[in-house]
């Protein structure tokens, strides 16, 4: 009896002693599963930040942190896009359904901590929609003149305050609908203005925003028109 009771009680040791051995996880140090993953800014920094910048301040894409930005797209805009991306552009799909490596609930999670940053006490009197029927270019031509000339250029290729946006290389990049939240909401991390800051006393109507945006649309190659929808 006593040899058994021995060996059990070494038993219990040596289990105990492999708890403790190096390298192995304590408790509340277990891995957690990828798909599992359901903090927001875990989730933002490794799979939003490298293009919208981090804490949604702005990168090689628009500041997702943005109130104008947040007052257009509303909860089921972002998980459009976040679920489907956005086909002919770098924003590709996060859903497993489609493709991507997030479960529905992460795109929840991500929906909502992108909303969580909107705030209620910005003045937006005016708020163009954030889609609208196409444009006409001809007359985006003219408010392309007007209104972003003076930044980007004459012919959208750059100028001294603002880059070129009329080439084929950028247009290649952007679908026709990051055109037009561009131009309502700007990039001001890159000093460049909202819809009412173009010029100063005259915020663009919801037609000219449309209509330069047709415009720009219109500088795209046959073959980038068709997958820039």
Request: glycine share 12%.
């Amino acid at each position: 009896m006593r040899i058994w009771l021995a060996l059990a009680v070494v038993a219990v040791l040596t289990l105990a002693a492999c708890d403790r051995l190096p390298g192995r996880p304590s408790a509340g140090e277990e891995v957690v599963r990828p798909d599992e993953v359901l903090d927001f800014n875990t989730l933002y920094k490794e799979n939003c930040s490298g293009c919208h910048g981090a804490d949604g301040k702005g990168g090689a894409s628009i500041a997702l942190r943005d109130p104008v930005f947040l007052a257009i797209a509303d909860d089921a805009v972002i998980r459009n896009v976040a679920t489907g991306g956005v086909p002919g552009t770098q924003m590709l799909p996060f859903a497993q359904s489609k493709g991507g490596v997030l479960t529905d609930k992460q795109i929840d999670v991500l929906v909502h901590g992108i909303r969580a940053w909107a705030r209620a006490d910005v003045p937006l009197d005016g708020l163009p929609p954030y889609t609208a029927a196409p444009g006409d270019p001809q007359r985006g031509a003219a408010v392309y003149a007007t209104f972003c000339a003076p930044c980007h250029g004459l012919n959208g290729q750059g100028g001294k305050g603002g880059s070129a946006i009329a080439t084929s290389a950028y247009l290649s990049l952007v679908s026709d609908q990051y055109l037009r939240t561009i131009v309502i909401a700007g990039r001001p991390e890159l000093g460049a203005p909202d819809w009412r800051g173009d010029v100063t006393g005259r915020p663009m109507t919801a037609e000219e925003i449309s209509d330069v945006v047709a415009w720009l649309a219109s500088q795209r190659t046959p073959s980038q028109r068709r997958t820039s929808k």
